[in-house]
């Protein structure tokens, strides 16, 4: 009751911003598409985060208050944490060998599901049932320390990992022409703050071929978006502020790791189909657990038993280990604390 409230006047809160910022004081109904270029930025940004009190309470909850915490001891300082800390997105390349990219897509998908975009293009999701092939690539501990030093704080698993593949049936458009959903993922956006994406590239991908593009350094920004509308960044402000695009290319085998909170985009390349391995992790925001993929996973028999005391405390959102059950506080269910009966 008291969340349906709240949520009633953070909508009214949200429709009000949007009507004196951006049509009254601004008097500019495509920001992101048009002058944003002109405004101040940084003020601009922190005026969204003023509003987006949701977003305070996930930094404070997490106690992530920086993307560049201050680590405590030197073993953390790392020189490839320095470098995912200034650009956003790092590269390990020869993370896996050819073979296992090959043993990973000679399994057979446990769940499919399918995305349609306008252009008719299909973004297709493919869970695997885990294996010791995929649980060593999943759970290798040089993503998970990476990303404990980035964040500095402890990390999860948040999504199952699947094979993501598209064949663009035509190419990126400039953002000023692209309908934000007319293709998936293909205009300048964020997604989930405190959130990490893995992919591993299952070809080889060059500049010519279909790829994700980050922008550097964008990672530091505070990219809060009110609604769709102010979300998707436009081209004429990455060009005025001399944005660095990396792309995110390299040999069959590449682990790409990449701040969700930085701005990025599908860089489509008509008929040029992309296929990579992905899953995500977080620092315990937005963790997807679900059942149906906690059967599918294990349908091979893969004992999670056999797993690190580690590697089972990063699984422990996807895959709960509950002892004494969950119980129901009238709203939600609660974990129950062990020495309550
Ligand atoms: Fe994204």
Redesign the pocket.
Known sequence: MIRTILSFFKKILIRSVHFVYFDIILSNRDLYYGNYYQNNGKIHRWFKFLFRWDRWVIYFKFKVFSRHPILKTDKLKSRIVEKFKSDGVIFIENFVSNKECDELLSLESCKKTQHKSIDGSITQYEYLPLNKNLANIWLDSRISTIVTHYFGTKVFGATYPHILSINPLSSSLPSRKCDAHSQI?ASW???NPLYV?CFLLLHDVGKDDSHMQVLKGTNDFLNINLSLRDRYLSDEYIDKNNLEKIDCIGDKGTLVIFD?TSF???KNIKNSPRRVLKFEISCGNDLNMNYKDISNSLSLGFDLESLEKEKKDFLSGLYPDVHRGFAFNGEEFKKMNKNIY
């Open positions: 993922n956006h964020y997604d994406g969700a990025h985009r599908l």
